[in-house]
């Protein structure tokens, strides 16, 4: 089944406790994003990736790091988290006609 | 002016309504027009596609867009109760392999 995936679905940390949440797909897809969702601020982008080894700071990067070593995963990294990044995560992947995206992730930050 | 507005809702409708959502746009380098239904617990998924202006159907769902307006609707008619969920709508200035600007989302709410 083609599918974006993402781990944890459910985290709760405390303030400045590094933490990965991973992202993959399987449909072979060359572009990437992490989004933050929020009420009332929407689906916003916090990074992307065109392919392995090129990513690039979408709206609201501040905080947040990404990697993209091979092209299925695509980890979004929170060195220090604080409260202010407590939200709901969605990775996606896209083809020319359409992003797929991922379960989301709700991440809590005490 | 945000680049995307929607309007905010939410909305409720009996069943069998026909529902209208709609967003504007002020950025003219917009030639994807897409409407993205996420159900309560879920990511996004792809409802409509549109390339340029134009109406587009699919069985209950007409998407429509007038790039002169800078103005995109989506219709759902004959609304059931599994209609239920939030609808966004994303726009791009290329293919949907680059980056999206999203509405910010309506919530609908099909009464039985």
């Known amino acids: 089944e083609a599918q974006v995936t993402q781990n944890p679905r459910y985290l709760i940390t405390v303030t400045g406790k590094k933490l990965t949440v991973t992202c993959s797909q399987n449909m072979n897809h060359e572009y990437m994003s992490w989004y933050r969702q929020d009420p009332g601020l929407g689906l916003r982008q916090i990074y992307y990736s065109m392919n392995v080894e090129v990513t690039d700071k979408g709206d609201v990067p501040e905080g947040y790091k990404v990697s993209r070593k091979e092209k299925r995963n695509f980890p979004l990294i929170l060195e220090s988290p604080s409260p202010n990044q407590t939200s709901l995560y969605f990775c996606?992947?896209?083809?020319?006609?359409?992003?797929?995206f991922g379960p989301g992730t709700r991440l809590t930050v005490l | 002016q945000k680049e995307v507005e929607q309007d905010p809702g939410p909305l409720s409708v009996p069943e069998g309504a026909i529902v209208s959502l709609n967003c504007t746009y002020s950025?003219?380098?917009?030639?994807?027009f897409m409407w993205y239904r996420q159900y309560s617990r879920k990511g996004p998924e792809l409802l409509m596609y549109t390339y340029s202006s134009g109406n587009k159907e699919d069985g209950r769902f007409t998407a429509q867009v007038d790039k002169s307006s800078k103005y995109i609707s989506l219709f759902i008619r004959d609304s059931q109760p599994s209609d239920s969920a939030t609808y966004l709508c994303a726009m791009s200035a290329r293919r949907a392999n680059s980056k999206l600007t999203f509405g910010k989302g309506i919530t609908l709410s099909v009464r039985p």
């Open positions: 950025n003219s380098a917009f030639q994807y």
């Open positions: 996606a992947s896209a083809d020319y006609n359409e992003q797929f």
